[in-house]
């Protein structure tokens, strides 16, 4: 067996089995204090609770508990027959949470995690005291060049296919970080951790995306909620995220990179994500 090189520390990992739902991998910390909030970690678009939070795991760890999930098609995750919706999303992390006996949490969602826990605190409210959300937005499907680029990538399935080969992947993730650094050495890991994902499925989870909006009704959640905002982000422009802000009336923490910040600075990334949390945790004891 190919040696993959170092893997970062990760928490326990658990198969969580939800009746008519399915059999869920799930990395699940649990703090030695018992009143320490619960965070619910929700991923981005093509990656995986791993991949997109591992840089964050050992600080999260030092204070708070956290369940973190695989979306449908992604990762270590459900591969459903029904089509992805980002609703079903919502469903299954709240029944994995309540699974796992939790009551209470705090949502953490990074991009595509962002519409999955706007949809968890719109669904199951009770669950959620507060939400954390980082390089997202409401909507992505407003101007004509956006939905363009949606229609575009209805085909996107192959196209996946052909840019998830090592040699493509090894490319960009090394391009994504700095040239000296220890997440460098999980290059190897992170490549077959991408490589896990259902690209089929991975495109129908974009489809969603191209048709999600919440600006009928994302104010109406009231959830209390901090905001990292990232402030070079390519992907999911400035004053996108800043939509989202004012709607929610999100605290902010102003983070500078861009969408693969998790990866380009994960220092930095590490210390804002404890900070938004800080920032809303008082709503969670």
């Known amino acids: 067996m190919k040696n993959i090189g170092p893997i970062p520390w990760l928490p326990e990992g658990r198969i969580v089995s939800v009746p008519d739902r399915g059999e869920f991998?799930?990395?699940?910390?649990?703090?030695?204090?018992?009143t320490a909030p619960t965070?619910?970690?929700?991923?981005?678009?093509?990656?995986?609770?791993?991949?997109?939070?591992?840089t964050a795991y050992e600080e999260l760890a030092q204070h708070y508990s956290f369940v973190g999930i695989d979306h449908r098609g992604h990762g270590r995750g459900i591969r459903p027959t029904r089509t992805f919706s980002l609703e079903e999303c919502?469903?299954?992390a709240?029944?994995?949470?309540?699974?796992?006996?939790?009551?209470?949490?705090?949502?953490v969602g990074y991009s595509m995690g962002g519409p999955i826990s706007l949809f968890v605190a719109q669904r199951h409210t009770e669950l959620v005291?507060?939400?954390?959300?980082?390089?997202?937005?409401?909507?992505?499907?407003?101007?004509?060049?956006?939905?363009?680029?949606?229609?575009?990538?209805r085909g996107a399935s192959p196209l996946l296919r052909r840019l998830n080969t090592p040699r493509i992947l090894q490319s960009r993730l090394q391009g994504?970080?700095?040239?000296?650094?220890?997440?460098?050495?999980?290059?190897?890991?992170?490549?077959?951790?991408?490589r896990r994902n259902d690209t089929f499925i991975v495109s129908k989870a974009g489809e969603a995306l191209s048709k999600y909006d919440a600006r009928p009704w994302a104010r109406q959640l009231k959830k209390p909620t901090a905001y990292v905002l990232t402030t070079n982000d390519q992907l999911v422009k400035t004053e996108k995220q800043q939509q989202l802000i004012e709607t929610l009336n999100a605290q902010v923490i102003t983070l500078e990179g861009d969408h693969f910040v998790t990866l380009g600075r994960p220092e930095a990334y590490s210390a804002a994500t404890r900070a938004a949390v800080q920032l809303v945790e008082q709503h969670a004891r």
């Open 90 to 92: 919502a469903d299954d």
């Open 25 to 34: 991998f799930v990395r699940h910390f649990q703090h030695a204090d018992p």
């Open 176 to 194: 994504m970080m700095p040239k000296v650094g220890a997440v460098r050495s999980y290059v190897p890991w992170l490549i077959g951790e991408i």
């Open 129 to 153: 005291s507060a939400m954390v959300l980082q390089a997202t937005s409401l909507e992505w499907r407003a101007t004509k060049q956006e939905r363009a680029l949606w229609a575009l990538m």
């Open 94 to 107: 709240a029944a994995v949470v309540r699974a796992l006996g939790i009551n209470r949490i705090i949502t």
């Open 39 to 54: 965070l619910l970690l929700l991923h981005g678009w093509t990656a995986s609770s791993d991949v997109q939070f591992f």
